[in-house]
């Protein structure tokens, strides 16, 4: 994941203590180049000056000048390039010699100066070679010392101190010659030296603050400039780090499920005709780690097995995302043989369970896989996608090929989402009863409600599958309603024909999710005074994790208890929790799955847990029912161990409500129904 960054706004100024230093960096600089382009002509003057002492007959006091001015003007190029310290928050060019050993700017420029000082006493000097400016040479060299100056100021505009301390020995020099040598003349020329002297100070001085000004004002546009350009590169930072989050899981730093399809749906499209493998992945006992170890472990083992996928397909050049929760993809194009799907997914099974292993936990996978050239990819998840649902519903840790069955079940999958709320309105979904007997065959108990839908393309929907598809398209209450009112006006009409069942209670079934995600209760106490139908009536089955369930749960099933609903567990006996559920106080009934009940005459072992669980109903005053009795052996068995109702095949099938009322009156004596 990209850290985020703030973005600073752009200012108006920088601060005036950086803006100071830079100026004061730029005025070094400058004097620095103005000094090393100057010393030249200095030295060029100089010779000339000697020469002309030498040729007037004062060799020693010409030479002896020559070579102080000489020593100078060394000392002051030597010094000149020392590298500097930079001051914080200046940046002189990469031509500038700096080190952070250095002295600071300020005493490199005092430094400066004092040298220029050094320089123009120097000059100051040149009366000596021509007694005073009176000798025949003294026009020479008063011009050459005032054209001297005039070139220090001249090229000293950054940093006034400098030409200032150069020209004013050498001119006051000139002054005080002329003043010493007197008449009118000389007081005259020297006045105009002051004079002289005075504008170039004066100059000197306004160049400075013309250089400071200047430097100022370009120090803070090349500071703008910077910081516009440092906005801007963080502003692109920034939008890289949005456009990475829209695209990328913060937990993994893999694609996300829209990156993912984004990425996807481009490497599908690139040229090259290949065929694509889609790989689906699915945690095997991720709860259980989470359980466990906790959610901050959870997501360490879902970033350790992102590491791990990434390892393992490192060399297919695959988009890799994680698709929700503890769900992988992984798109390719095939390549050869040694790439097809199964092996790489046989290969991933193998070696997840060392993905995460020092956690505790030991993972495994199933792996649903879809293979095209043509589809877009949101087919291909979905291929994907119920490959891995029947993956994990034939045992998990392995993997399943999209094929024609299971493009036939997508199918009538997709139709039946499509057309259930239709169906709903248009009561096409009906249901259909089955009786529950006592053991003797005779008499009718009760009745249980289980739902048909001949759907017109693909005839019968298991139950099952109505009521996923419901959960799938939020039509689950509807779909509840729409049963509850359906049995309701199976008993209206039992009742308004004078059926010898109209007074026998009808079960209907709730699956899990409906009775964790709804207000069951409310839906149907609500539907059965609709309809005037008494509560004792009904009977609700559930499952035995669902008697156990949340406190919402439970609180559900103890309001439809108190109002005289009878809750029923169902498929009894298989689950984890079969005996503490016959501990709650709405439980009423339990039917015994018929795993106990297949061939129970000839299984002793059975034969003892079945009387053993009616033995425990009797003590708990709980009705037990015995389902799926398929022959006459099993219902004698039965009746041996007296369990008193039974439910199965071989007793009546389910039908149409017209249908068992016929079966009804037909099967039974013209007295009224005796219900247990």
Request: charged residues 20%; glycine residues 8%; contains cysteine.
């Amino acid at each position: 994941m990209i850290p985020s960054a703030p973005v600073p706004l752009p200012t108006a100024s920088i601060d005036d203590g950086v803006l100071s230093r830079m100026v004061r960096t730029d005025q070094l600089v400058t004097v620095r180049r103005s000094v090393l382009s100057a010393i030249p002509i200095s030295v060029v003057l100089s010779f000339t000056a000697a020469l002309v002492a030498l040729n007037a007959g004062r060799a020693f006091e010409g030479m002896s000048w020559l070579l102080l001015s000489l020593m100078v003007n060394g000392m002051r190029s030597y010094i000149c390039r020392w590298p500097f310290a930079p001051s914080p928050g200046a940046e002189p060019g990469s031509d500038v010699l700096t080190s952070p050993d250095g002295r600071p700017v300020e005493w490199h420029l005092r430094i400066a100066a004092v040298l220029a000082a050094v320089s123009g006493c120097v000059w100051a000097l040149i009366p000596f070679l021509c007694d005073g400016y009176s000798s025949p040479q003294a026009v020479f060299y008063l011009t050459v010392v005032c054209g001297i100056c005039a070139g220090a100021v001249t090229y000293g505009i950054a940093y006034a101190l400098v030409p200032i301390s150069f020209i004013t020995p050498a001119l006051l020099s000139v002054v005080g010659c002329l003043v010493y040598a007197g008449g009118f003349d000389n007081l005259s020329l020297a006045a105009m030296v002051l004079l002289y002297l005075a504008a170039l100070v004066r100059g000197a001085l306004h160049s400075d603050r013309t250089f400071r000004e200047g430097s100022r004002l370009r120090n803070e546009a090349t500071a703008m400039a910077a910081q516009l350009r440092l906005v801007h590169a963080l502003s692109l930072d920034a939008t890289q780090q949005l456009a990475f989050r829209a695209s990328h899981d913060s937990l993994t730093g893999l694609l996300n499920r829209e990156g993912f399809t984004e990425a996807a749906t481009l490497h599908i499209a690139a040229p090259g005709g290949r065929q694509h493998g889609l790989l689906l992945l699915d945690l095997d006992g991720f709860k259980a780690v989470n359980d466990a170890f906790g959610h901050k472990v959870g997501d360490r083992v879902l970033q350790d097995v992102a590491r791990w996928l990434q390892r393992e397909t490192a060399d297919m050049q695959a988009v890799l995302g994680r698709w929700g929760g503890d769900e992988f993809a992984v798109l390719y194009s095939l390549q050869d043989e040694r790439q097809a799907p199964t092996a790489i997914a046989q290969a991933l099974i193998r070696s997840i369970s060392f993905a995460t292993a020092h956690y505790g936990g030991h993972l495994g996978v199933s792996i649903g896989i879809s293979v095209s050239g043509e589809a877009e990819i949101a087919d291909m998840i979905s291929f994907a996608d119920e490959a891995v649902y029947e993956a994990k519903r034939t045992g998990r840790n392995r993997y399943q090929v999209f094929d024609k069955a299971l493009n036939q079940r997508l199918a009538t999958r997709r139709d039946v989402e499509r057309d259930l709320l239709h169906a709903i309105e248009a009561r096409d979904i009906g249901v259909w009863y089955q009786p529950i007997m006592n053991s003797d065959g005779r008499e009718v108990h009760s009745l249980e409600a289980l739902m048909r839908w001949n759907h017109p393309r693909h005839g019968h929907i298991a139950p099952e599958e109505v009521i996923y598809a419901a959960a799938s398209t939020g039509v689950a209450e509807p779909l509840l309603r729409h049963l509850v009112d359906e049995v309701c006006l199976g008993m209206r009409q039992l009742e308004a024909v004078g059926s010898s069942l109209a007074a026998v209670p009808v079960a209907i079934n709730v699956s899990p999710r409906e009775m964790a995600q709804l207000a069951v209760d409310d839906i149907v106490l609500g539907m059965l005074k609709a309809r005037g139908v008494a509560p004792r009536r009904l009977q609700i089955e559930i499952t035995e994790e669902v008697a156990l369930d949340t406190h919402a749960t439970r609180s559900r099933l103890s309001a439809l208890s108190a109002a005289g609903v009878a809750i029923v567990v169902d498929d009894f006996g298989v689950g984890y929790s079969s005996l503490a559920s016959l501990r709650s106080e709405y439980v009423r009934q339990v039917k015994i799955d018929r795993s106990f009940i297949l061939d129970l005459s000839s299984s002793p072992g059975n034969v003892v847990l079945v009387d053993a669980i009616v033995q425990l109903g009797r003590s708990l005053n709980i009705q037990v029912v015995a389902e799926g009795v398929e022959t006459q052996d099993e219902l004698d068995a039965l009746h041996a161990i007296g369990c008193r109702l039974v439910q199965g095949y071989h007793l009546a099938r389910p039908s149409p409500l017209p249908d068992v009322m016929a079966w009804a009156a037909a099967r039974l004596a013209p007295a009224a129904v005796k219900v247990i």
